[in-house]
């Protein structure tokens, strides 16, 4: 499973989460990323990045053995099952929710079972090697009776095992073996504490929150509405997008990673670990669809408390507590086989991206039509920001891509800037905006879809072009149909479509774009560029062809259902952060596209 | 000094409002006390505008008499010694009350320990209120010695 060096692929990764934080669990028990307390927190195991140093929390057999896993149904929890020639063993991992008894700040919670097959006692280990700041810091460990705990600074870990042997402390690592015979179970659970005391849990009550736990995500999942085609796959990226909500505040991160890189080797290394506007609108319509009203809601109102510092002016992301900061710079870590730099942070908070605009909008009449309608106070912020669009959208800027090479003047950019006005016309039609500057918003609209039509407009592709005046394509056109800025169904929007599959289609999968971004190296095809093909097909009434797209794409998940930013088209292999929403949100759309199209 | 705990309180939390309500405009601060206060008890944001604010005006008299108490306890008060409070109540709401006790009770406000399993409609505050801005604690602080250096002025001991 591990190459020489100790990494895994990124596919062998599940996650689980509990809406603070996120852990990835490896196929062979390790759990090689977590940060505490929150997604953006530093790292307190990042084997993932660093094998050698970055801390894990192993838990495995020490014969042989093989691993099959799945999501305990309808649930955020993970089950690993170990077969080994002695009979297996089935692990439940979970990131335990509270209950309203007192518990850690954040815990993990492993369940371990011999299962019926065990013909003699299986011999386990369990090992807690924490490395606090990203790997930088070394614990102090200690002991409170015998539970072992680790220290630095104001963050304390506590690993409170049960019936699973005497744990000892060596090489900066607290661990242990013990058997598991059949039917025997054994617990373990990794209790966290940030700035407060540790909460030392009892067995029973730690055993009572995972039961809840499970309870919570299987209720959470049965009161969903979605029941139309490849609802298991549409109800996983729902808990997925559901665990990637950072509860304390509503926003939505866009992986819990930082630094899987999109080349093996390469430089393409970013933190995805912020709240992007650019997914807010997919991010409110799979809410909505799927009748998390409450999620919207929490949502859309973080979206406008977090732009209120900058507005009219947008960010193109923020941090989770609606901040602004998050500056990017890299840490002494060798990354993901070899992958350098590390960054943590972001430089796309510096750049200036106006699609964000149209996603804005978006969300707010997806929310106004879905929900409830846009306040006074919400509708004045918009009619401001809609002014700010008519003043800017005529400048270059990065695109949605975050191309550092620019700026240019992007034709996916013109179009959501136009589809901003759209929205903006149409909430101010309904009186959610004032209606003062209607007509200003209307000659602007007006002005970018004339500019859309002829610039960024090509003969001798048949296609909207990814820049006005070049010969090129960009996946991001595909959102022209998928948006409504374009007629799905009308001649552009199909010659759009085909001459993306042409140019930029590889098997089931599709690039970005083939151009120069001003980054070194190669990267994989972005997996929701391929959903986004199968959203624009089923609108153009291609439903077939949408349908079987979809259904190899849906076999190109990793066996727990889980997708990576990108694949590497000619192995499969997941590259990026892990998991993506934007890439699950985006699946989820165009299952919803199809079944819309099927109806109609 | 009960007429001029009434005044002085009345005005210094006029005085507090305004200054928080001008560097939530210009972008100072995304810290809106009277929706904060508002939200206790509504969903809709306009109601809870017009609540807060009165609220937030009762809260400001409230703390006037406590100005008054102490200056009663010292033996003076003026303008300065009200502003030197107004340092303390400033430190006071942005570690202990809006960062610690408010999240508690708001029923529409996340913690640090809100999970999966439940849902917040407002971030919380955190510590010194810096997820509201970073410059949200300066806000506060002159806001408050604004707040503190009126009802010094009117109750003069």
């Known amino acids: ?75 955020n929890v993970l089950e690993t099952t170990f077969t080994t020639g002695r009979g297996s063993v089935r692990v439940v991992d979970a990131m335990a929710l509270p209950n309203g008894h007192l518990g850690p700040t954040r815990e993990i919670v492993r369940r371990v079972e011999g299962l019926d097959d065990i013909s003699a006692p299986v011999p386990m280990m369990w090992a807690v090697a924490p490395r606090f700041r990203y790997g930088t810091a070394a614990p102090r ?12 600074d104001a963050e304390a870990l506590a690993v409170s095992a049960w019936d699973a042997g005497e744990p000892e402390w060596r090489d900066g690592r607290v661990a242990a073996a013990f058997e598991l015979s059949r039917r025997a179970t054994s617990t373990m659970v990794l209790g966290s504490a940030h700035a407060d005391p540790l909460v030392l849990p009892g067995r029973a009550a730690a055993e009572r929150r995972l039961t809840d ?150 969300t707010a009449r997806l929310y106004s039509d879905g929900h409830r309608p846009v306040d006074d106070d919400i509708g004045r912020i918009l009619a401001r920001i809609a002014d700010h669009v008519c003043r ?68 001798r592709l048949r296609s909207y072009r990814r820049i006005a005046g070049d010969d090129d394509v960009d996946a991001s056109l595909l959102m022209l149909p998928i948006l409504g800025f374009t007629d799905p169904r009308g001649e552009r929007a199909r010659g759009t479509i085909d001459a993306v599959m042409q140019r930029l289609r590889d098997g089931d999968f599709v690039y970005r774009y083939r151009a120069a971004d001003g980054v070194r190296g190669r990267e994989g095809c972005f997996l929701n560029c391929s959903f986004w093909l199968v959203g624009a097909l089923a609108r153009a009434g291609r439903v077939d062809e949408a349908a079987e797209l979809m259904e190899r794409l849906i076999r190109r998940a990793n066996d727990v259902g889980l997708y990576a930013e990108e694949v590497d088209p000619s192995s499969g292999a997941f590259l990026g952060n892990f998991p993506q929403a934007l890439v699950h949100l985006a699946l989820i759309d165009a299952a919803i596209a199809i079944g819309r199209a099927e109806q109609a | ?49 017009a609540i807060g604010y009165v609220f937030h005006l009762g809260l400001g008299i409230v703390f006037a008499f406590a100005y008054g108490a102490v200056f009663e306890l010292i033996g003076t008060g003026s303008w300065w010694l009200g502003a030197l409070l107004g340092v303390v109540h400033a430190v006071f709401m942005a570690t202990v009350v809006l960062n610690v006790l408010l999240p508690v009770v708001h029923p529409l406000m996340g913690t640090p320990e809100t999970a999966a399993n439940e849902f917040a409609l407002i971030e919380p505050p955190g510590f010194l209120m810096l997820n509201y801005g970073r410059n949200t604690f300066l806000v506060t602080l002159a806001s408050h010695m604004v707040f503190g250096a009126i009802v010094g002025w009117a109750i003069r001991v």
């Open chain 1, 1 to 75: 499973m591990r190459d020489g060096d100790g990494y895994v692929p990124i596919e062998d990764y599940a996650l689980i989460g509990d809406g603070r934080t996120a852990a990835l669990v490896a196929r062979d028990g390790s759990i090689d990323w977590l940060c505490l307390p929150n997604f953006d927190s530093p790292s307190v195991f990042a084997s993932v990045l660093d094998a050698a140093r970055g801390g894990s929390f192993e838990l495995r057999p020490t014969i042989p053995f093989t691993a099959a896993r799945r999501y305990l149904p309808n649930t």
């Open chain 1, 141 to 152: 460990w200690e002991w409170r009776g015998r539970v072992p705990v680790a220290t630095c």
């Open chain 1, 213 to 362: 736990t499970i309870a919570f995500w299987e209720q959470w999942t049965a009161t969903r509405g979605y029941g139309g085609a490849w609802a298991a796959h549409v109800l996983r990226s729902a808990l997925v997008l559901k665990a990637l909500i950072f509860a304390p505040s509503g926003a939505s991160v866009a992986a819990p990673t930082c630094s899987l890189p999109e080349e093996i080797g390469g430089e393409r290394n970013w933190d995805y670990r912020f709240c992007w506007i650019r997914d807010s609108n997919f991010a409110i319509a799979a809410l909505l669809n799927l009748g998390c009203y409450d999620e919207a809601q929490s949502l859309f109102w973080w979206f406008m408390h977090a732009t209120a510092l900058t507005e009219p002016e947008l960010h193109v992301l923020y941090r989770l507590d609606g901040g602004v900061g998050g500056d990017e710079r890299t840490i002494p870590l060798p990354g993901y086989r070899n992958s350098k730099p590390v960054r943590i942070g972001n430089g796309a908070l510096e750049q200036t991206q106006y699609d964000i605009y149209g996603c804005l909008f978006e």
């Open chain 1, 392 to 459: 800017i959208w005529r400048e270059p800027d990065s695109g949605i891509w975050e191309v550092r090479n620019g700026p240019f003047h992007f034709t996916h950019s013109k179009a959501m800037c136009g589809v901003a006005l759209d929205c903006a016309l149409e909430l101010a039609s309904r009186h959610e905006l004032p209606a003062d500057r209607v007509s200003r918003w209307k000659k602007e609209a007006d002005a970018i879809r004339h500019y859309v039509e002829t610039e960024c407009w090509s003969d």
């Open chain 2, 1 to 49: 000094m009960i007429g001029s705990a009434l005044a002085g309180g009345f005005l210094g939390t006029l005085a507090l409002t305004t200054i928080v309500r001008v560097a939530a405009e210009i972008g100072f601060t995304r810290l809106d006390l009277a929706f904060v206060l508002g939200t206790i008890v509504t969903r809709n944001r306009r109601r809870a505008l």
